[in-house]
RNA sequence: GCCGGUGUGGCGAAAUGGCAGACGCACGGGACUUAAAAUCCCGGGACCGUAAAAAGUCGUGCGGGUUCGAGUCCCGCCACCGGCACCA
């Protein structure tokens, strides 16, 4: 395609200026404005020493940050950077002062696998990368504050990214506050105390042990120390404080990738394989570093409802850490005198009376000791069968319920009935209390497994009879009579097709006398909590299906734990943290980046490191690579501190007003899935965060976990990081389906700017659709939104002008042909006029339409907004310059590079009309966005359509005054109308006014 | 299976319960040009009509409902996309 208008020339031209201006320098308190800045002369600062109180109110718009790959940047990427964009010019424009950053999120795996094939470290090919990408993200001509860079892999930010690991280790959640505080504050159990933490105190409440708060994820249950030499209590002590701070050490199964030499978190496993790669992962006990998420779960659950991320998001993590209240209910094992007590979770305490009998978990502590003799070699041989699954067996290929006959029976607490206990993998070791109460009449998976094995069955929850009868046998079928169908159920229950898990009325049981026959569900159930509580049997709980954190990772690139590991005079290892002062710890040199032969993270293979002459040890994993981004945010506030990750004075205007500013707050709910509004003076945290939908339980649950730790410590004042956050859609390939290399259906930005330049692809990713739309790419599209930007330009320059710098081109070497731009002259229709009332309405129109789109984030049609007024003003005799100046602040934000050269164009004609003021001596990026005269917008007449009976039959045209009797007066008198009325009577007539008339007529 | 989202021309899409298809792409016709490209102008949901029009009928995934009026609200389905999934 031809080229519309030099852009090739224009685009450097501008970025170069910006960056030479430092036009979009973010300012903190404290700091001197500089007096030429194009900020500080909008805002009247200009050499002023600024407080908080003196900036304009902040707009803190973020983008994900990037891992710098070697592939370059996707079109993908720039969706999401460019609505950023515009949002921060607009609100720029607006007034505020806007925080726009960018970063690189730069450790990972892809460096890390070069470094391990080439020998060449990864920092090489990190920096290669993070040059490539930032000349990409500079050709796109973002605003950002690159002032502010940061990169996760520089010893000047993760030296703080491991300064919060320490907070994270010397914390420890209290229940009683409800937050994180310094371990300090953990008071020991009273067998634990040193005599003078004993004097002048009460009963301690001890917190509870890890197993019961946590089970399946702990393992240091503290020893108890009646006996305690001074030396054992001391390292009982050290036990007790390892086990409750938020960042601890632990030796539960964890998810090994042997492809990767890695372990990975939960999240990071799909369908059993690994998210990176696709490779199997499995099972396998190791020692490594934990952070105690979940301790947080309930706050990271109740605070989704004070931020304005979309439903679905807030859905997915709502899923992800999966709340359930139930009840923890003993069963006390047949002839163990009271010993054995298996513990079970239940959603459904209601069902207890058709318990009919007990699953454990393979892995669970009972296993062993009910476990009878004549059981045990198929007992054991079941366990060893469910280890040596992998996860993908144990879910994706697991249709079939498998499960062994321990020997042993329970005694059902409410009945006395003897039922017996089965070892099964479907109940999940790591889940509740690793043991459940098997319903079969009213779940699902007990159904199955009571009907493989020949369970009894028994209903305890009455169904509607739709229920009954929809589900019944098939030999039912031509049965009349409900009787039959119900006595069938009550007798056969395991004939029927499935169980019945809802909701319903308890049918035929008594507990103690007490009837509980025909009770709603949620009736039942807290009627049985209470009989369970009162009699020491059971307790109201909460159940979360969120685990903790698993931490490291056996890596090269990543960043070190500040941790040694010692040992006591007993010859156990311990673990100590660094002082900050040893921050930042380096990652020793290497020359090979594999794991040692023995198995150990690459770290291992530099003793020199490893080894300290005190004799500790350096801990070898490394952090994962979601560590540095969980705090990126609050680095870009203060980003070149040495003295702290954010000077609380930085992040106290950046982030917002705080807990009040929150709470006062009402996050707007609608019907619809689009958009909201959203109130940017007073939004606490960032203002708007835009990135991918693949980091809605990552990422996004990981950085808010630390946010609310940083907060409860007091280091920032705000409870949430990301108070709207807005995920955009994926971009297809042309072909309609994900791009990926081996389909080869990938777009190049690159290729992309250098055949239309980076303010047409800036406008076509906007174009295509709403942000957050999944929707295909069209390079055909993207020449659309190009042909409007040579509108745009033919709308102001002078054609004989432009000719004569295309031929003075041919004349001149192409490093000076930007020299030439200043060939290129106005139209001789743009001149210093009074606009017509007209050209003022198109005008103003488009300022309603574009302001109003952007507070809603719909560029789209923002943009249609703008090629309605270019095909418009194309049409005009005489261009008013004011209008046309109007018209480039409204463009700015979207097509900044071709706004900028026109912009200047225009400056040479001073506005007489808009009088001189300083406003247009600034920049254009600076010069305030224009407010719409709504008394403009007026029409004199309208053109209203007359329906009848609902269906369109003419349109009349009425002065936008008439009153509605003179519109129905006029309706009723259209010819085309009365075919449609002749033998009818007119019923009534429907008039809204400046809408539409519609005459029912029968 | 559960949760969330989306279904509108050949395509991307637009429409506070009030004229469905703005804007753009592709396409067709015309102007300019020796020609092409670019540009400018015009056209366009389907059907039925007609020399061409006009008029008319149908039309927002499917089936119902509310309403003077439904793409939009309610009920019941279907399809596709995304997430979760033996979580008791």
Redesign the pocket.
Same mark, same amino acid.
């Given at each position: 395609?031809?080229r519309?208008y030099p852009f090739h020339l224009i685009e450097p031209k501008w970025q170069q200026f910006w960056e030479e201006q430092q036009s979009f320098r973010a300012f903190n308190p404290g700091e001197v404005l500089p007096a030429e800045h194009p900020f500080s002369k909008r805002h009247g600062l200009a050499g002023k020493k600024v407080s908080a109180a003196d900036l304009p109110p902040k707009f803190y718009v973020l983008d994900m940050f990037p891992y710098p790959s070697g592939a370059g940047l996707h079109v993908g990427h720039p969706e999401g950077y460019t609505a950023t964009d515009i949002l921060a010019r607009y609100k720029r424009a607006a007034g505020l002062h806007v925080l726009h950053p960018m970063g690189w999120d730069a450790f990972g795996l892809p460096a890390e696998q070069y470094a391990i094939k080439t020998g060449q470290h990864p920092r090489q090919t990190t920096e290669a990368n993070i040059a490539n990408f930032t000349k990409q993200i500079k050709s796109l001509g973002f605003s950002y504050d690159w002032s502010r860079e940061v990169d996760t892999t520089d010893p000047k930010y993760f030296r703080w990214t491991q300064w919060i690991f320490l907070k994270l280790y010397n914390s420890w959640f209290n229940p009683e506050t409800n937050k994180a505080e310094p371990i300090e504050t953990l008071k020991y159990p009273e067998d634990l105390q040193l005599p003078e933490e004993k004097v002048g105190r009460g009963v301690l409440t001890a917190p509870r042990p890890e197993s019961e708060e946590h089970p399946g994820t702990a393992n240091a249950s503290p020893r108890r120390a009646e006996t305690a030499t001074p030396y054992q209590l001391q390292a009982a002590r050290r036990a007790y404080r390892d086990s409750k701070r938020l960042a601890f050490s632990s030796e539960a199964p964890v998810n090994w990738c042997p492809e990767l030499g890695t372990v990975l978190a939960?999240?990071e496993v799909? *369908?059993g394989k690994s998210e990176v790669g696709g490779f199997p992962v499995v099972r396998r006990p190791m020692r490594q570093w934990m952070l105690r998420i979940t301790a947080y779960a309930e706050k990271l659950l109740a605070d989704l409802d004070t931020i304005d991320w !979309?439903?679905?998001?807030k859905?997915?993590q709502?899923?992800?850490i999966?709340k359930?209240e139930?009840a923890v209910v003993e069963f006390e094992v047949e002839h163990s005198a009271g010993d054995a007590i298996i513990e079970?979770?239940?959603? +459904?305490p209601d069902t207890l009376f058709g318990a009919t009998y007990l699953v454990i978990?393979p892995e669970h502590w009972a296993v062993e000791a009910v476990t009878f003799n004549e059981q045990r070699p198929a007992v054991e041989a079941y366990k060893k069968f469910a280890a040596g699954k992998s996860d993908l067996e144990?879910?994706?290929l697991? /249709?079939?319920?498998?499960g062994v006959f321990t020997g042993a029976h329970a005694i059902n607490p409410v009945n006395g009935e003897r039922i017996p206990i089965w070892i099964? *993998?479907?109940? #999940?070791? !790591? =889940? $509740?209390? $690793?043991?459940?109460?098997?319903?079969p009449a009213h *779940?699902?998976?007990?159904f199955?497994f009571a009907k493989k094995f020949g369970l009894f069955i028994r209903v305890v929850v009455w169904p509607e009879y739709k229920w009954i009868v929809e589900n019944a046998p098939l030999d039912l079928k031509d049965q009349r009579y409900i009787e039959h169908f119900e006595s069938r159920y009550i007798n056969h229950p395991g004939d029927f097709q499935k169980s019945f898990a809802g909701e319903g009325t308890a049918f035929n049981f008594e507990v103690d006398g007490v009837q509980f026959h025909g009770l709603p569900t949620a009736e039942a159930k807290a009627k049985i909590t209470t009989w369970l509580e009162a009699k020491g049997l059971g307790k109201k709980t909460i159940? =979360?299906?969120l685990r903790d954190w698993l931490f490291s990772r056996q890596r090269y690139w990543g960043e070190p734990f500040p941790i040694v590991w010692k040992k006591d005079a007993n010859g156990d290892a311990y673990h100590e943290a660094l002082p900050e002062s040893a921050l930042p710890l380096l990652p020793p040199a290497l020359d090979d980046y594999k794991p040692t032969p023995d198995g150990q993270p690459p770290l291992a293979r530099a003793q020199d490191w490893v080894n300290l002459p005190d004799g500790s040890v350096r801990e070898t994993n490394t952090m994962p690579q979601w560590a540095g981004s969980c705090w990126y945010y609050l680095r870009y506030l203060d980003a070149g501190n040495d003295g702290a990750f954010v000077s609380s004075e930085a992040e106290r205007y950046w982030m917002g007003k705080g807990v009040e500013g929150l709470k006062s707050l009402t996050v707007e709910k609608s019907?619809? !899935?689009?958009i909201q509004p959203f109130n940017f003076s007073t939004t606490p945290g960032v203002d708007l965060y835009v990135g991918g939908?693949?980091h809605?339980?990552l990422h996004l649950l990981y950085a808010r976990f630390w946010h609310k730790v940083l907060f409860d410590l007091g280091h920032v004042s705000t409870p949430e990081p990301f108070f709207k956050l807005v995920n955009q859609?994926?971009i297809l390939g042309e072909d $309609?389906q994900?791009m990926s290399k081996s389909r080869g259906n990938v777009v190049n930005p690159d290729d992309i700017l250098v055949e239309y330049g980076a303010d047409a692809f800036r406008l076509y990713e906007m174009?295509?659709?709403?942000l957050?739309?999944? /929707?295909?790419w @069209?390079t /055909?599209?993207v020449? $659309?939104?190009?042909?409007?930007l040579?509108?745009v330009w033919?709308l102001f320059v002078d054609e004989n002008s432009e000719t004569e710098f295309e031929q003075a081109q041919t004349a001149t070497e192409a490093q000076r042909h930007r020299e030439l731009l200043k060939l290129i002259k106005l139209g001789p229709a743009i001149i210093d006029a009074s606009p017509t009332p007209a050209q003022l309405k198109t005008l103003h129109t488009t300022i309603k339409k574009v302001t109003e *789109?952007l507070d809603h984030l719909?560029f789209?049609?923002a %943009?249609?907004?703008m090629? %309605?007024f270019? @095909?418009d003003a194309?049409?005009w005799e005489t261009k008013p310059v004011s209008v046309l100046r109007e018209f480039l602040i409204l463009l700015q934000p979207f097509a900044p590079h071709l706004a900028e050269e026109l912009w200047s164009k225009v400056q040479g004609l001073k506005s007489k009309v808009e009088g001189t003021d300083t406003k247009s001596t600034l920049d254009l990026a600076y010069q305030p966005w224009p407010k719409f005269d709504p008394a403009l917008l007026v029409e004199d007449t309208?053109? %209203?359509?007359v329906?009848v009976?609902?269906? #369109? +039959?003419d349109?009349i045209v009425v002065a936008a005054t008439a009153t509605p009797a003179e519109l129905e007066a006029a309706a009723l008198a259209c010819e085309?109308v009365q075919?449609?009325l002749a033998g009818k009577t007119i019923?009534?007539v %429907?008039v809204?006014p400046a /809408? #539409?008339v519609?005459i029912?007529a029968v």
């Open positions: 395609m031809r519309q939960n999240e799909i *369908d !979309s439903d679905s998001l859905e997915m709502r899923n992800w999966g359930s139930g079970v979770f239940t959603t +459904r978990a144990r879910t994706e697991a /249709k079939e319920k498998t099964a *993998d479907y109940v #999940l070791a !790591s =889940y $509740g209390t $690793g043991a459940i109460m098997a319903v *779940d699902e998976r007990d199955e159940n =979360y299906k019907a619809s !899935s689009t939908t693949e809605a339980v859609g994926l $309609g994900k174009f295509m659709g709403p957050e739309m999944v /929707k295909p @069209n /055909k599209g020449e $659309g939104v190009y042909r409007f040579g509108r033919r *789109d719909r789209n049609t %943009i249609s907004a090629m %309605i270019v @095909n194309m049409t309208l053109e %209203i359509p329906q009976n609902g269906k #369109l +039959r349109r085309k075919p449609f019923k009534k %429907i809204v /809408k #539409l519609n029912v």
